[in-house]
């Protein structure tokens, strides 16, 4: 006998009763985005592999051991399963020219794919809704996105998630700043783990937001790259505290936060919740003014930021706020011969005139029908017996009060049926 087949270590099948929060998380941040002017784009799940090699750096976490990527012999093309959404949206901009006609605000949201070790919080095929502006230089619209965020986890009803930001200043700066902080770190390489002694020489930056404490002791002595910072930086992240402030947006500066990812300049900034354990960030972003050059664009300046689904809905689920989804408006039964085709296309046009109909299938006895009406949640049965036929009625009953059950025409079946639904609804 042959083993059953499972789903794929890490990717979760979503089932109903939690898809129903997925769907409530998704309306929510959908209507958020609209009121903050943001326009959806789709990208395709698979991309050239050198994308992401050259958007998102090749001495990072991602690129390093993180992508599902293969060779297609038939056409001869290395290709990867998007492992973040920023370096496809950027593409598409200069593929389409998006920004001939000025800035643009746009969202994307799906899957992505990061061979990682599967864990609560971390799964190899996770979900995210990623927010992009591009075009746009002043720190107002790095501030426009934290404030957003702020307001979507009060949209979510999600206390308790604390907003940490810092500024990684230009490449010029950064690459100013890393040749002390490597001599810092070579001078202390006796107490660097061999994560941080890898990483010194390729990504030495990565090494300031290492977990080990001993290399944290480490590089709490490193020189800070806040004192690398030129005017313009410096203007920018003013420009942006000053609007946080404005808004009463509450937030730390960790100056060890670097991000991931290369393309990251000036602002950057994660929103962490202490209710998920290891896996406490929610979202995060920042400022990407190189990345358009970094793909052979025209420069644009661009900041976005993106959200990890699963640790949201985590949250949400936690916060124990059911869902409301909508009950069916009847079940529909029929016992009797002849019966059946009456209800089915009764059903159908009960749909066609908005109703929510749930139509018994598998057969089984008048009561059996019942408990399964019951059980649906429906506002009503509507019940299809031989009498019924004859008459060219439907029979209604109300699910959820204790009153008699009657007739309703066919012939008037929307206007009968609108009236029966109020009545049990009140
Ligand atoms: P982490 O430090 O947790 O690995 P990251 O910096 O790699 O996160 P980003 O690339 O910034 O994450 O992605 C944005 C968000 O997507 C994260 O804040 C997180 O909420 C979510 N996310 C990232 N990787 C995963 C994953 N493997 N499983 C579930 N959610 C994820
Ligand atoms: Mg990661």
């Given at each position: ?347 159908e046009v009960l749909r066609g005139a908005g109703y929510a109909i749930v139509q018994h299938a598998g057969g089984g006895s008048f009561k059996s029908q019942m408990k399964k009406a019951d059980a649906s949640g429906a506002w009503t049965a509507l019940i299809v017996g031989a009498d019924e036929v004859r008459d060219g009625d439907v029979s209604v009953k109300f699910m959820r009060k204790a009153e008699p059950q009657y007739r309703i025409a066919r012939a008037h079946v929307v206007a009968a049926f609108a009236d029966a639904l109020q009545k049990a609804r009140t």
């Amino acid at each position: 006998m042959s083993a059953n087949i499972q789903a794929v270590r890490g990717m979760n099948d979503i089932l109903p009763d939690e898809a129903a929060w997925w769907r409530h998380f998704e309306a929510t941040v959908e209507a958020w985005l609209e009121r903050y002017g943001y326009r959806n784009i789709r990208m395709p799940l698979v991309e050239h592999t050198q994308l992401f090699r050259r958007a998102i750096g090749e001495v990072t976490d991602i690129v390093e051991k993180e992508m599902y990527s293969w060779r297609d012999e038939l056409n001869g093309e290395d290709l990867t399963l998007r492992p973040e959404g920023t370096a496809s949206c950027v593409r598409a901009a200069i593929e389409h020219n998006l920004l001939y006609d000025g800035p643009k605000r746009l969202w994307y949201a799906g899957a992505m794919y990061r061979h990682e070790r599967p864990q609560k919080g971390r799964y190899r095929q996770f979900h995210q809704y990623g927010v992009e502006a591009l075009g746009l230089e002043g720190p107002d619209i790095d501030a426009e996105h934290i404030v957003m965020c702020a307001a979507l986890w009060r949209d979510l009803g999600l206390g308790g998630i604390r907003l940490e930001l810092n500024t990684i200043g230009s490449a010029e700066e950064r690459a100013r700043y890393r040749a002390d902080l490597v001599r810092h770190l070579e001078a202390n390489v006796d107490r660097l783990d061999a994560d941080a002694r890898r990483r010194m020489h390729t990504n030495p930056l990565r090494v300031l937001d290492s977990k080990n404490p001993m290399v944290q002791d480490v590089v709490a002595g490193a020189p800070a790259l806040t004192g690398y910072l030129g005017q313009e930086s410096k203007a920018h992240f003013e420009g942006l505290r000053r609007l946080l402030a404005a808004a009463g947006v509450q937030y730390t500066i960790n100056p060890r936060l670097v991000r991931g990812l290369d393309y990251y300049n000036r602002t950057v900034f994660e929103w962490i919740s202490d209710a998920l354990g290891a896996q406490g960030t929610v979202c995060g972003g920042g400022r990407y003014d190189g990345l358009f050059a970094q793909i052979g664009g025209k420069t644009a300046p661009a900041t976005g930021f993106a959200m990890g689904n699963e640790r949201l809905i985590a949250l949400l689920r936690d916060g124990e706020r059911a869902p409301a989804t909508r009950p069916p408006d009847a079940y529909l039964l029929s016992h009797g011969d002849g019966t059946h085709e009456y209800a089915f296309t009764l059903a159908e046009v009960l749909r066609g005139a908005g109703y929510a109909i749930v139509q018994h299938a598998g057969g089984g006895s008048f009561k059996s029908q019942m408990k399964k009406a019951d059980a649906s949640g429906a506002w009503t049965a509507l019940i299809v017996g031989a009498d019924e036929v004859r008459d060219g009625d439907v029979s209604v009953k109300f699910m959820r009060k204790a009153e008699p059950q009657y007739r309703i025409a066919r012939a008037h079946v929307v206007a009968a049926f609108a009236d029966a639904l109020q009545k049990a609804r009140t």
